[in-house]
């Protein structure tokens, strides 16, 4: 890790960490409040050239405090992430009253009071305080100055190795603090490899500090577990979390940042300091934890609906050697009878690490094989990265050099840097022309060799430079409209991602007509906005149980900060991994939102066969299972891209108010219906599982009722083919059950509906269905129904508000009812509005010998998906 910087080694994390200042202060005479906007001005009497414009916004929900110098000195601020409506969102403030001294504003439960002298901001939520801004008087705003002799070291040439960093703008940043009264926890600001509850890096009573959460997106090298240090994507989104209360902060800023988090048994404390950039935080006032997520959604977007396909299993390595080898790999998963979706292709696939090309002594048709391999309803995937080879007879490097696409170095030139190709040079993003021209690039026409049933993956784009300082781009490197790198770093890579989903786009749209395909871009580096695009993974971890244990934290910080789409290399990319980790590693993968396999170029091959029969048994019982969980799962991502719930998700944003799971990092909910509790620990004989809420939880395999003690604990003894999980009571579960090679190949297949009862002998669930592909349901080609079960009966509606256009003839095959309370000898099942009557027989939740009968099952009664029924359950004897 000596390769990269500590805040020591930042000038401006140096200067700024922890530093107080109490100089800043609003001018009364200039607060000015109308409909939903405070204006006025900071000034601060120690240095007179401060002079910055505060506008507080009211947006119902949630309130943005912008500051910024005077727009002409040309500060950057991030663009294309808010959302275009949110300006249509802002709502008058109710109440508001301008006094000396301070100025008080009502939005809903919340009161906010704006003091003047030193300047500071209160939100109390339902009478009690929640989040104070500048409380601590760490607020500092560097304002843009002409250099002048006597400067203080580091305010301009920075050297860090042999790099220097010219800094011809000089000092440049922010620093504020934000504290959260009554809270213990807070979580978020991915991506670090740490606990999900966010460790203190300061320790308020003895004014000791360790590594503060660093912001900046790099290629790090077998990163470690359990460590503040920044990765591969950062999204500066802080929620806190208490009894009551939720709330979240937002910090539109793409500079490198650094973050202290500090706690006491009264509140927690925390410090942020950027590089460069504005002021721009968005503070969400929830007060509940799925209200902060929508908050958060209505700012920078909900999640991208995935195609069905993505949500399947993925098979990746660093390489598949050539066109038999991807052929081979492909016929031994039908031979093993093991479902997967998509082949991925890495770099080797390429000539010489020309993207867009292929190697034609490993890969003589490309088009073939992707046809052949669609055949067997599969997709594949190549990567394509950032660095584009120097090489005058590369077209992508003719073109591009031609339109001058290229990020420049200081001196205007265009930068050259090191990464796989050799001499590289790298495509600015910034600039909306290059993004349409790379756009262009995935037309069928211009990437010769590639198929419709061809998706992308963006791997390097944080951007890494092997010859860079932190193994990335200089910060004075230039972009479109003479923007420096550092400005806008950490959001590259989403930029980058977002060209390539455009052009998977418009090639969608010229094959398939309007409504087109929806694109599957994975990307490493991302930002605040990446969830509009698609999916991330967490980089290249390690084949150990740390990393097993660490993914679950890491992918649910991820979806909290509104990427719900992400996952973990399965296996772990570096080092080699035995039969028992592989086993629990796709045990557990079974429910991550992104679930593929993944190895580095070194280590042993590890296909799901390789580890003998009996750990082929298993993995196949892993995948196949989230095959069965693929209905419940694609509804869940719709959710996600209509209110911007995480998937996979911590305990206590579905039971806030149990504070036994504020810090439960090794459980988790995927979706609101079920608890998994995975086998984290090698050799484990058993696992302490914790059941928040009142219950009613069932054993997802067998159906049988789970009895934790009074503090809803238990100890469960695991085999290796055990992975404790668990059916919440009052839910309805859809799945599709029948084996099959591909989501395509079940395309066809009916539905089966898992209904497990509360203590009131309740249920609701619901389903969304679509043709899993295109954008049609954009215009409301879509069926989103409901189902209740209430009074013995189970009906089907659709949900309100939904448009009901999407036709289709699939059924219900299968009910498994899970929790009557009467224990009849018999149970008969009739359609209230036909009379027809159905086999109703005890059985199984899972279709397994040896499975407890446990459940109540109506068999074939072929009740439409998409339509209106009512079912009557009913005691014969």
């Known amino acids: 890790m000596e390769d990269f910087k500590k805040c020591s080694d930042a000038a401006f994390c140096n200067r700024l960490m922890g530093s107080v200042d109490e100089g800043y202060m609003i001018d009364p005479a200039s607060v000015k409040i109308a409909g939903s906007k405070l204006l006025c001005r900071v000034k601060n009497a120690e ?31 991030v663009p294309g992430v808010l959302q275009k409506e949110l300006t249509e969102s ?30 500071e901001l209160t939100v109390d939520i339902a009478g009690k305080p929640a989040i104070v801004f500048n409380g601590r008087h760490m607020f500092n705003f560097e304002h843009l100055r002409q250099k002048k002799e006597g400067d203080p070291e580091g305010w301009w040439e920075e050297t860090f190795k042999s790099h220097v960093d010219s800094k011809p703008r000089g000092p440049e940043a922010i620093s504020f603090d934000l504290t959260f009264p009554g809270f213990n926890h807070v979580y978020g600001i991915p991506e670090h490899a740490t606990s999900l509850s966010l460790k203190s890096t300061v320790d308020l009573a003895e004014n000791m500090t360790s590594e503060p959460y660093r912001l900046y997106n790099l290629d790090v090298f077998e990163y470690m577990a359990d460590s503040p240090f920044g990765l591969y994507g950062s999204i500066p ?96 998963f039908d031979k093993f009878d093991i479902p997967y979706d998509v ?14 090309t292929w190697d034609q002594h490993l890969f003589p048709n490309p088009a073939k094989l992707q046809e052949d391999v669609a055949e067997h309803g599969r997709k594949m995937v190549t990567i394509i990265d950032p660095h584009i080879k120097r090489d005058p007879s590369y077209y992508i490097y003719q073109e591009a050099e031609k339109g001058k696409y290229f ?28 993004r349409e021209w790379w756009a262009g690039q995935f037309s069928l026409a211009k990437y010769k060799g590639s198929t419709p049933s061809l998706y992308v993956w963006n791997d390097m784009n944080e951007p890494s430079v092997f010859n860079g300082p932190e193994i990335t781009m200089p910060k004075d490197n230039l972009h479109f409209g003479n923007v ?107 429910f991550y939102p992104f679930f593929r396999g993944h190895a580095h170029l070194d280590a042993k091959r590890r296909e799901p066969w390789l580890f003998g029969d009996e750990a082929t048994r298993r993995i196949r019982d892993a995948i196949r299972q989230r095959y069965i969980l693929l209905p419940y799962i694609y509804t869940q991502f719709r959710h996600a891209n209509t209110s911007g719930l995480p998937v996979m998700r911590p305990l206590w944003f579905d039971f806030p108010e149990e504070p036994a799971t504020f810090a439960v990092d090794d459980e988790f909910m995927l979706g609101p219906a079920l608890l998994a509790a995975p086998v984290l620990e090698a050799g484990a004989q058993s696992r302490a599982v914790y059941l928040p809420g009142a219950g009613p939880w069932y054993d997802a395999q067998t159906g049988a009722l789970v009895k934790p003690d009074k503090a809803g604990a238990l100890s469960v ?119 027809q009557r159905y086999t109703v027989e005890k059985g199984p939740v899972a279709q397994k010998a040896g499975v407890a009968q446990e459940a109540l099952i109506v068999r074939k009664p072929d009740l439409p ?10 005691v014969t004897k």
């Not at 401060?50 to 040309?74: C, M, P, Q, W």
């Not at 890495?346 to 690490?353: L, P, Q, R, V």
């Not at 930068?415 to 590289?424: H, K, N, Q, R, V």
């Open 47 to 77: 240095i007179p050239e401060v002079d910055l414009e505060l506008t507080l916004t009211s947006y119902g929900s949630f309130i943005r405090l912008h500051v910024n110098e005077d727009a002409s000195k040309g500060r950057f601020q």
């Open 90 to 119: 802002e709502s008058a403030w109710e109440t508001s009253k301008a006094a000396a001294g301070y100025a008080l504003l009502k939005l809903g439960s919340a009161d906010i009071r704006l003091k003047y002298k030193p300047l």
């Open 237 to 332: 989104f802080m929620w806190a979390h208490r009894l009551g209360a939720t709330v979240g902060a937002f910090w539109l800023n793409a500079a490198e940042m650094f973050i202290d988090v500090g706690k006491t048994d009264k509140e927690t404390a925390t410090n942020w300091v950027a590089e460069s950039g504005v002021l721009d935080l968005f503070l969400l006032l929830g007060p509940s934890p799925h209200q902060v997520s929508e908050q958060y959604a209505l700012v920078t977007g909900p999640s991208a609906l995935p195609q069905y396909f993505a949500l399947g299993y993925h098979q990746c390595r660093w390489n598949y050697r050539d066109e038999a080898d991807v052929r081979e790999v492909d016929a031994n």
């Open 343 to 356: 082949i991925w292709l890495d770099i080797e696939h390429t000539d010489g690490k020309r993207y867009f």
């Open 407 to 434: 990020v420049a170095d200081k001196d205007g030139k265009d930068f050259d840097g090191w990464c796989w190709p050799g001499s590289s040079s790298y495509l600015d993003m910034l600039n909306p022309a290059v």
């Open 484 to 590: 420096e790198h550092r400005a806008l770093h950490n959001q590259n890579g989403q930029l980058f991602h977002l060209a390539t989903a455009m052009g998977l786009e418009e090639r969608g749209r010229a094959v398939y007509g309007s409504d087109g395909d929806r694109p599957f871009v994975l990307s490493r580096a991302f930002f605040a906005g990446s969830q509009t695009v698609g999916p991330i993974w967490t980089g290249d971890n390690t084949a150990d149980w740390d990393h097993l244990r660490v993914s679950l934290s890491m992918i649910m910080s991820v979806g909290l900060a509104g990427l719900p789409f992400n996952g973990a290399d399965v296996g772990g990319f570096f080092g080699n991994v035995d039969a028992e980790l592989q086993t629990r590693w796709n045990q557990l993968a079974t």
């Open 717 to 835: 003894p695991v085999t290796m083919d055990d992975v404790p999980s668990y059916l919440r009571g009052g839910h309805i579960i859809p799945l599709r059950e029948r084996a099959r090679r591909s989501t395509a190949a079940a395309k066809n297949d009916p539905y089966t509906l898992l209904v497990t009862l509360d203590n009131k002998g309740q249920a609701s669930g619901d389903l969304y269905l679509d043709d899993g592909s295109s954008f049609a349901y954009k215009r409301g080609m879509y069926a989103h129904r409901v189902f209740e079960y209430k009074d013995s009966a189970l009906s089907s509606k659709a949900l309100p508000g939904s448009p009901s256009r999407y036709g289709t003839d699939l059924v219900i095959e299968r009910i498994i009812i899970v929790g009557l309370k009467h224990k009849a000898a018999s149970y008969a099942a009739k359609n209230k509005e036909t009379g």
């Open 865 to 874: 998906v998409a339509g209106d029924w009512s079912l009557q359950i009913s």
